[in-house]
């Protein structure tokens, strides 16, 4: 665990720091995500899976979780579960591209977005807000917010297909 | 059902139905076409998951404060300072407070089951310290076995302090049996070490602390046992990991 808390230690609270803005919960949340990652770390298989992503998807997930349960959303978590498992983060077949080099991709693409499009993917994937939340807070129409979300999503996929194709 | 529009028109969702953000329509919706065991979309979810994951990852990153290293490291057994001392006097705080609870009490099994739980807990954290101090060492091995198929799990090697290994998708041994793991040397006879019992998410750890001749051990092992056996060789097993 020294070692996984060293290597992603920092990556894991940020991301969760930044979802919840409060530097004790984020503690607590990362501790959780320590704990919940050593209790399935049999799941996870070396030589297929991807650490990384799954160690994210871990953490940002108890991240939003507490930012709904917060809120008082009443939405349904329990297919979290099912999509946290290391299973899913295995390396596509073909070359193995390095993350690193798709998230640049990523970075690149988020600069390329205008603003309100990179507004609604830092509420979705930062802040875990739902497209109705959105509408709300930016007093847009639903189907506006959706359209957004949408495109820019697209841009974004197409950014780390592209840089994974090479 | 598994028409090419729909799953189509469905990639554009995955970001954000593994988010959980989707209106609940919409999400029951997907919910129903996976069900039906769409490949197509599957490999979409791993896609979208992964995406999620780079999208995550570009955050600004700020560094957490420095007691959490020992926090979280702590819950493991891990931490180093006075790692001793912090467990025997945690131990005892408990085992105090336990027994002035105890003084309270009337009914005896109550205490004795307290007791017992205590001890548990003991073994329990002295284990996680032994599992932790092999998994983190340098120089410790990791060998994957039966990925993808039930069960299977890692096994972790370090030639001085023992070997670790963790095994997912058990079963519940069936009524009379129990699993017993054992080390198969490179010649002669394999040598039973630990019985156990599956948590109820069929996950195992196995702990063989000693220093471990990599030349002389062929495998790690884990069989059936009908209960009492006299365990001079594997009954049922279940699988083996070369090591
Ligand atoms: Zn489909």
């Known amino acids: 665990m020294a070692v996984l808390y060293d290597r992603f230690g920092g990556l894991l609270y940020s991301i969760i720091f930044r979802a919840v803005r409060d530097q004790s919960t984020a503690e607590d949340l990362v501790q959780e995500t320590f704990f919940r990652i050593w209790n399935r770390i049999h799941t996870f298989d070396a030589e297929k899976g991807r650490l990384e992503p799954w160690l994210v998807t871990v953490a940002r997930n108890r991240a939003f979780d507490h930012l709904r349960s917060v809120r008082g959303a009443a939405t349904e978590l329990t297919s979290f579960d099912e999509l946290e498992r290391a299973g899913h983060f295995a390396i596509a077949s073909g070359p193995r591209t390095d993350h690193v080099v798709q998230r640049r991709a990523v970075e690149q693409a988020l600069t390329s977005l205008n603003e309100t499009q990179r507004e609604v993917i830092e509420l979705t994937h930062f802040e875990g807000m739902t497209q109705a939340e959105i509408a709300d807070k930016l007093h847009k129409p639903l189907g506006t917010v959706k359209g957004l979300v949408r495109s820019a999503l697209r841009v974004l996929r197409e950014a780390a297909e592209g840089s994974a194709a090479q | ?243």
């Open chain 2, 1 to 243: 059902m598994n028409n090419l529009d729909n799953c189509a028109d469905f990639r554009e969702l995955y970001e954000l139905y593994s988010l959980g953000l989707l209106d609940a329509s919409e999400t029951e919706r997907i919910d129903e076409h996976l069900a039906a065991g769409c490949e197509q979309c599957r490999a979409s979810i791993e896609q979208a998951l992964l995406q999620n994951a780079i999208l995550s990852g570009t955050v600004t990153l700020v560094k957490p404060p420095a007691h959490l290293r020992q926090r979280v490291l702590a819950g493991f057994g891990e931490a180093r300072p006075r790692r001793n001392w912090f467990w025997a006097f945690a131990l005892t705080a408990a085992a105090c407070f336990l027994a002035a609870i105890g003084l309270f009490l009337q009914n005896r099994e109550l205490q004795t089951e307290m007791a017992q739980a205590t001890r548990r807990n003991a073994l329990e954290l002295a284990r996680v310290a032994d599992v932790s101090r092999i998994l983190q060492a340098p120089g410790t091995r990791l060998v994957t076995f039966g990925p993808g198929a039930a069960p299977h799990g890692s096994v972790f090697v370090h030639a001085k302090l023992g070997i670790v290994m963790v095994a997912g998708t058990l079963a519940p041994a069936p009524a009379g049996w129990n699993y017993e793991t054992w080390i198969v040397p490179a010649s002669g006879a394999p040598r039973a070490v630990e019985a156990f019992t599956p948590d109820a998410n069929g996950s195992a750890i196995t702990i063989i602390p000693g220093a471990v001749d990599p030349n002389s051990v062929r495998a790690v092992a884990v069989s059936l046992e009908p209960a009492g056996a006299t365990l001079q060789k594997p009954t049922k097993v279940l699988f083996a990991a070369a090591i």
